[in-house]
């Protein structure tokens, strides 16, 4: 089945360390999203990439970084630099088409200790 | 710039009743998409609709349908004959067309529907 995955489910780590989500799409679809969403708000775009070896900023993406190395992989690191990294991280695709909507993995729920 | 605004925190609505979630937007580019998602408990996040900004009717998937007014800039939501399984968080989402090349899709902050039994 196509799809969308996200590793791990749930994630901890402590105050100042890097860490790297997955995200990992069957779907070949061109586009891919992250997206943090806290607890009872709406999604707010990180990074998203039209096609392999390009990215460009969301609306929050201080703190944050990816890669696009290949078309089905879109990593997500949070780095130190992020002053309130706990979240539940949402990673999405598409076509590359207006009218395409997105599909979404299940999500990571990271907390910072 | 591209906005989206979702004015109501949560709503009640009794079982079998319509309810209608608001949804507003700005952007300047003249085509654009409009979708619904709604998540549930679970955090999954599940397509319901789309409306294309050139599309002249409104969009109509079962129970759902999306009021189009592209003069107020709305997008609402009218969900018909409720169940108790659409207790749930909707969101409003828009992309652009030409001006991030129909890629760049942003979130209102979302409406919790409570149905009523």
């Known amino acids: 089945d196509g799809g969308i995955t996200q590793s791990p489910k749930y994630l901890f780590r402590k105050e100042g360390q890097n860490v790297t989500l997955s995200c990992e799409q069957n779907l070949n679809h061109d586009a891919m999203y992250w997206y943090r969403q806290d607890p009872g708000q709406g999604l707010r775009l990180i990074y998203y990439?039209?096609?392999?070896?390009?990215?460009q900023k969301g609306d929050i993406a201080e703190g944050y970084s990816v890669s696009r190395e290949k078309k089905e992989s879109f990593p997500l690191t949070v780095t130190s630099a992020q002053k309130n990294p706990t979240a539940f991280y949402l990673c999405?695709?598409?076509?590359?088409?207006?009218?395409?909507?997105?599909?979404f993995g299940p999500g990571t729920r990271l907390t910072v200790l | 710039a591209q906005k989206i605004t979702q004015t109501q925190p949560g709503m009640f609505v009794q079982e079998k009743e319509a309810v209608t979630l608001d949804c507003t937007y700005d952007t300047s580019d003249p085509s654009y998409g409009l979708f619904w998602y709604k998540q549930p408990s679970s955090g999954e996040m599940i397509f319901l609709i789309y409306?294309?900004?050139?599309?002249?009717q409104n969009a109509t998937e079962g129970r759902y349908s999306l009021n189009f007014q592209k003069a107020r800039k709305s997008a609402n939501l009218v969900i018909s004959a409720s169940q108790l399984g659409d207790s749930a968080m909707y969101f409003c989402?828009?992309?652009?067309?030409?001006?991030?090349?129909?890629?760049?899709?942003?979130f209102g902050a979302g409406t919790r529907l409570f149905v009523k039994a």
């Open positions: 990439s039209q096609i392999v070896n390009d990215f």
């Open positions: 999405a695709s598409n076509q590359g088409v207006i009218g395409n909507e997105q599909f």
């Open positions: 409306q294309g900004s050139y599309d002249q």
């Open positions: 989402a828009m992309r652009e067309g030409r001006r991030t090349g129909g890629f760049k899709t942003i």
